[in-house]
């Protein structure tokens, strides 16, 4: 907090949510798409996530959904549960291949990958080097739109139909990637009031749906890790789980897992702050829909845009520290015990009255002469006690 | 002021749950020291293993660790039962664990000579029925 506003320091950002999730105020708003974006384009196609799926009551049917989403407006649909089934065909592959780099660790939640950017550079090796769904579902749906209608790819709009704001990052941001395939983002919520009445209209739904139970799967946390078909995995979700889990990973705490799955959304996707269900609610729900489900319906197939090559990362992560105070070795331990030396006069409530979060982020924002030792209220009112006291002193009274 | 960052931290016995937290508070420092990634993991590797000896064999004591820009130093301290046979100590493998503690899955007999795997340098002293002193280096 700086002058009566929230403020996040940029480059230790990592998109989590919490912040949006969290305040009652609504003093931070994700950013993302309106609907009109489609005005944009001459012919869209929706990139549904599969948590879009457990925002409905009582649906038996994906293809009522996808149906509904064409006569929202889109002309096309591709499922990004279908492509999340390719990544799992791909990622068994990969994790049978590479020993070496157990346990892997997923890569579809940028949050996960922006954290460990920052914070875990010995784990970046682990990650799996996999594009995630969405974008092989945007260049998929691409391919087809172009086979479809001949327009040239730029008059195609690929808008995802999304849980998180963290995906909207992504996109202008990329992870692994020159450039994101996808051309805008629209938030679940936005999406899901206008398809309520529309899907209350349709009778005979359109055969649209291309994922089964792997791909829908990915919605909720755990999803990913089913589909490698192996029990040797661990899946964790909420940010503060993932750090802890991460922390003790780069310990060397675990034996002989294969694969991570971090999500830093509480219950997977499914509990992104773009959705409108309770998540645990979103999660019974994508349950009993994905019950009667076939195992999975896409693999790679020949005409696809797709090959095993080209899903894989093009571009590597690289570590971005972010916490160092100053500038070099000795400028660093010069300021952090100075750090040291102000958190010894802070009172150590962690109060928030000075819009640090604690007492020893206080110390480092005063270190960066971001905020000064007065902006702490309970030393404030020290000195003013003391200036009175002197000020009486002075009273001739 | 000095050019180098020393921390203290005073480990309670038995306390399993707690065992970790001084490591993973030297790992945060080192972070914003801006060490490179290998010395922060093989500092907290290290540094682990010798804090969950010290709960496990010694009933806890006290760690002091000093940073420079050259190398970082771990001493861990404890007044527990001391090591009879060092050089057998070291053996990857051989531990004097109890059933309880093999149950929470310590007990491989790895900690020591990960400990001599991810320091630079280290050097242990101890007494019978008086307390080991177990120096570790790492350099920058
Ligand atoms: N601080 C200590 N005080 C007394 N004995 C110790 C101490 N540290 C280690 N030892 C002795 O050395 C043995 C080997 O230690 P080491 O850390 O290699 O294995 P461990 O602690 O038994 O098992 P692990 O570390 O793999 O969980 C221990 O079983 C114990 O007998
Ligand atoms: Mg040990």
Request: a negative charge; glycine letters at 8%; aromatic letters at 6%.
């Amino acid at each position: 907090m700086r002058n009566h506003k929230a403020i996040i320091t940029k480059e230790r950002c990592i998109d989590c949510g919490e912040c949006i999730r969290i305040c009652q105020n609504h003093a931070k708003l994700p950013s993302y798409d309106p609907l009109e974006v489609i005005n944009d384009y001459d012919y869209t196609v929706a990139l549904p996530a599969p948590s879009l799926y457990g925002q409905f009551n009582n649906l038996d049917d994906v293809n009522i959904v996808l149906t509904a989403l064409k006569r929202m407006g889109f002309d096309d649909v591709y499922e990004v549960g279908a492509s999340a089934e390719v990544v799992s065909q791909l990622s068994r592959d990969y994790i049978k291949k590479h020993r070496e780099q157990w346990p892997l660790i997923s890569t579809a939640c940028p949050s996960v990958v922006r954290l460990i950017r920052v914070k875990f550079p010995n784990l970046i090796e682990h990650l799996l080097p996999i594009d995630p769904p969405v974008e092989i579902a945007a260049k998929e749906a691409r391919k087809r739109a172009v086979e479809k209608t001949g327009l040239p790819e730029d008059k195609i709009g690929i808008v995802f139909i999304s849980p998180c704001p963290s995906k909207v990052t992504s996109v202008k941001a990329p992870l692994g990637m020159e450039k994101s395939n996808i051309d805008a983002v629209c938030a679940i919520k936005d999406v899901y009031l206008k398809l309520l009445p529309l899907m209350k209209q349709i009778d005979d739904p359109e055969d649209l749906a291309m994922a089964g139970k792997i791909g829908v799967g990915w919605g909720v946390s755990g999803g990913e890790a089913g589909g490698l078909i192996t029990d040797n995995y661990l899946a964790a979700d909420g940010i503060e789980n993932v750090n802890k889990i991460l922390e003790d990973l780069e310990d060397q705490k675990f034996g002989n897992l294969e694969f991570i799955e971090l999500n830093a959304c509480n219950g997977g996707c499914v509990g992104g702050v773009l959705t409108v269900e309770n998540p645990y609610v979103a999660k019974v729900k994508m349950n009993r829909l994905k019950k009667y489900m076939p195992v999975a319906l896409k693999r790679i197939e020949s005409g696809d845009a797709i090959k095993p090559e080209n899903a894989m990362w093009t571009r590597e992560i690289e570590y971005e520290p972010v916490f160092a105070l100053g500038e070099g070795m000795k400028d660093n331990i010069h300021k952090m015990n100075m750090v040291a030396e102000i958190e010894k006069r802070l009172p150590g409530l962690d109060c928030g009255a000075c819009g640090a979060p604690t007492c020893l982020a206080l110390a480092e924002d005063i270190v960066k002469g971001e905020a000064k030792e007065l902006d702490c209220i309970h030393l404030l009112r020290e000195y003013v006690h003391r200036l009175s006291g002197e000020i009486s002193k002075l009273d001739p009274m | 002021m000095s050019d180098s960052i020393k921390l203290n931290y005073q480990i309670n016995d038995e306390d399993f749950t707690r065992a970790g937290e001084a490591s993973g508070d030297v790992k945060k420092r080192l972070r914003q020291m801006g060490c490179s990634p290998e010395v922060i993991r093989k500092v907290a590797i290290a540094m682990y293993e010798g804090e969950i000896n010290m709960v496990i064999h010694a009933d806890g004591g006290e760690i002091n660790v000093e940073i420079t820009p050259e190398d970082i130093t771990m001493v861990l301290k404890d007044k527990g039962p001391g090591i009879p046979d060092i050089e057998k100590a070291m053996q990857a493998g051989y531990s004097t664990a109890p059933d309880n503690v093999r149950a929470l899955g310590f007990g491989a007999g790895m900690g020591l000579p990960n400990m001599k795997k991810y320091s630079d340098e280290m050097h242990i002293d101890t007494v019978i029925g008086e307390g080991t002193t177990v120096t570790m280096k790492v350099y920058q």
